[in-house]
């Protein structure tokens, strides 16, 4: 819908008003949507009820498309409505709209614990699949694998492979290149030349956008090179951030023995609880992990697990559901997943070749590089064991019923 503009007498807001940023629906045909827009949504009461409401766990951004995504699942039709119409005043100053960029990411990272291993293929909420975003992961508020486009953007949400230079995960590499450039000139360039493509993209961004004549002068220009610089890393960042923050609650205690590779948890129901299907314990037994910062994926149905915790940057657990006599066992194990980490080490491995190292110290540095990654993913992996106990303890409490443990295959 139409936007109110902030005063253009500000060189920073006129680039905020002048930039393209109109909302727009998320569509899916053309009387239906593919996910709805919290601005601007009627839902009825039932509907709400039967999907169990918003999530609490969002609170900056993503709520809207998290139950979108679970009325979906409920085969609720998503209906378009193009004669409704909000009035959306967009964020006037630089500060204000980082914030909301900011927002969008940690949303996202949200997403992320919620679904984890889903893709853009698999309903086109967002851009089509491509080869770099199914190796970054993870959903999307709104739009775009990098989290461009729609609500209130200043850029487009163009070609995805030409806004990988803005984000987070680039200009991390890039400096990290650069500073390496001290012993190393070739890596020096290599980094030099990543921020300098950084600095490009923002800059053709900013020069494409179509501005009305009073707002398309130098000094606009400028602050919207700024905010097209700015705005995908500080929101990337929070995502990523979110992503890999490993943060279960104060009643898991870190272990400093062996790693559990697996075990199982039998939930033991009696004469006096009522019988519970696996669906229920699956159903809590996520919502207790995720409460506890870990992401949690959930079966299609025709996956090998139920459940799969998923941990960066490398681990896999696995969880599936036994009906027995009087019980539901929920067996576990973890498993690594090397794939992205393969795909580093080899690119790690040609750049210091190309970089003029010898075959030898190329090898050695990806096997520290490897050794560090590695220590990181067993660090995280120790923890794994307690944090499914005291989700399973919680499930356990709020159902009822008690339970049993029991760690199998060990390792150090």
Known sequence: GPNFAPDPQSARAAAMAAAPGLPREVRAGDDRLAQLCGCNMAITKAALLKAGGFDPMFTTAGDDVDLSWRLAALEETLAYAPGAVVIHERRATLAAYLRQQRGYGTGEGLL?????????DQDGMYAGASSIGALLGGARVYYGEFGRGLFQTVYSSGNSYADLPLTFQWIVVSLILLILGSVNRVLGVLGAGGIALSILAAALSAASVPLPRPHSGPAVRINLWIVNLLGPT?????????????????DIQDSNGPVKLSGQIEFVTSHVAPRFDSATILGAMRDALIRRGVAVAETDGFQSYDLELVVPPMIRAPINALRKDASIA???????DPRRGLI????????????GFSLSTAIVGVVLAAVAVGLIAIARARRIPAIINAGASEVAGSLG????????????
Not at 114 to 119: A, E, G, N, V
Not at 234 to 250: G, H, M, N, Y
Not at 346 to 353: D, I, K, P
């Open 112 to 120: 992320y614990r919620k679904y984890p291993l889903r893709t853009a």
């Open 234 to 250: 500080v929101r990337s960042f929070a995502r990523e951030r979110i992503k890999w923050r490993f943060e279960p609650s104060t």
């Open 330 to 336: 929920l067996i576990w194990r973890i498993r690594p």
């Open 401 to 412: 019923i008690s339970i049993a443990t029991r760690a199998d295959d060990e390792a150090r």
């Open 344 to 355: 580093a080490a080899a690119v790690t491995f040609l750049v210091l070749l190309a970089a």
